[in-house]
């Protein structure tokens, strides 16, 4: 009894400490977890085209021109979808897409800005409640430690949910929703039902975003699997940020890579060939054959620039166990490593958690309220009938 009277004082000052802190990381990570399919529906203008009915698709290395002259930057790769009437993709920069109609050769234009500048906010709270991406302010601080805290409110609020003797009616009490309650009975009975049921799905969450949010757990995940963990990346990172030019004369021929890349992998969803840059350098392709988000389902390969010939074959099985488990936390925090369902079991978390904050700390405000009101009775009627000194 007393070692569940101190898991449950523990639990509820964590829960009154981190609260809001958990609550717009939960909300905002709602949004996140369909950012993809979001930005597609708000894109849906430039990311679709007619089919013409006997037209055939202009030469990839023609669209590319077209864009070039267009002014719309240096394209960095292209993307091509398995749909006809999808246009292609090509990147530019870091987080720029541009829509070209694969029929007519017309540049649709960009990607919305008003939709990746929601996000990028909507990142900025999630990750450093508004602070900015990349620096080490005291909200990214605050953020971190508040998903450290929230792990440790899901393990201590299991142990509390746990009956204390073990029967039927008193394990559906807290695994269902009870009609009929109000007020304090009514939040209690959400915050266990809603508590045991996202437990696990935001455990998941969790501990992926401490691997995330710190290096040291992020290095703990290598070791623990027997693998070397990652040096820095900062020269990685900076050399895919540089621009090169292509050299003169040596553009390789889009199409062939695209037609042999499609028999490599029958069941492609999406193809991405980045654009040659050295004049004798293999040519990187990418092959998806999911909708996006599930890194176990791409394959990277190295093409010949001239011949397409494959030069090298890179799948997610080829990498350390320690590399497959970080794809997985990042893919597996916004739930895309499992696809639309496990997007929906991600966001479906992510809600139930800003229910457990809501029920939690309304609990906590009527347990400290009804403490206090006995406290002034009890000040009420000392007044009232005050001990009269012994004979």
Known sequence: MLIRKIVFWVHLCIGIAAGLFIFVMAATGVALAFERQIVDFVDRDVRTVAVPNDAQPRRVNDLLGALRRAGMGDPTA?????????????????????????????????????????????????????APLGSKSIGHWLAAVSNLLFGALIVLGVILWLPRRWSWNGVRAS??????????????????????????????????????????ANALLFRLSGSTPPTGGRDAGERRGRSFEAEAGR??????????????????????????????????????????????????????????????????????????????VRFGHTGEYGGWPGQVVAALASLGACVLVYTGLSLAVRRFASALKRRRRAVNVREVYPEQPVA
């Open 251 to 328: 553009e390789p021929d889009y199409d062939r890579l695209f037609a042999i890349a499609k028999g490599l992998e029958p069941g492609w969803r999406s193809i991405t060939v980045n654009i040659a840059r050295a004049a004798k350098a293999p040519v990187s392709v990418q092959i998806d054959t999911s909708t996006g988000g599930q890194p176990q389902k791409r394959t990277q390969y190295l093409l010949n620039r001239d011949s397409g010939a494959v030069v090298k074959v890179t799948g997610f099985a080829d990498g350390s166990l320690g590399q497959r488990l970080r794809a997985f």
């Open 78 to 130: 292209i993307t091509m979808r398995d749909e006809a009437h999808r246009a292609m993709q090509f990147s530019i920069g870091r987080g720029k897409t541009v829509f070209v109609d694969p029929y007519s050769g017309a540049v649709l234009g960009p990607s919305s800005a008003a939709a990746r500048d929601f996000f990028f906010q909507v990142e900025r709270l999630h990750r450093g409640l508004g």
């Open 175 to 216: 695994i269902a929703f009870r009609g009929g309650l109000r007020g304090k009975a009514r939040e209690w009975n959400w915050h266990n039902v809603v508590g045991i049921w996202c437990a696990l799905p935001l455990l998941v969450i969790v501990l992926s975003g401490v691997v995330m949010s710190y290096s040291w």
